[in-house]
């Protein structure tokens, strides 16, 4: 939701807080999943 709705905040720091909660609370290769799937969707949005 913050990354596509919240133009106050950069979509990085989005990004980076989310992927720190995934290593902090999930498995060892959350972080890296949850990287993934937000680049995609930030890398779609920028597009439109």
């Known amino acids: 939701?913050?990354?596509?709705f919240e133009?106050?905040?950069?979509?990085r720091a989005?990004?980076?807080e989310a992927?720190?909660?995934?290593?902090r609370f999930g498995t060892e290769d959350s972080g890296k999943f949850v990287n993934?799937?937000?680049?995609?969707?930030a890398q779609d949005l920028e597009r439109v």
């Open 1 to 4: 939701f913050e990354l596509a």
């Open 7 to 11: 133009s106050d905040v950069p979509g």
């Open 14 to 16: 989005t990004l980076n």
């Open 19 to 23: 992927i720190e909660l995934a290593k």
């Open 36 to 41: 993934g799937i937000l680049d995609r969707i």
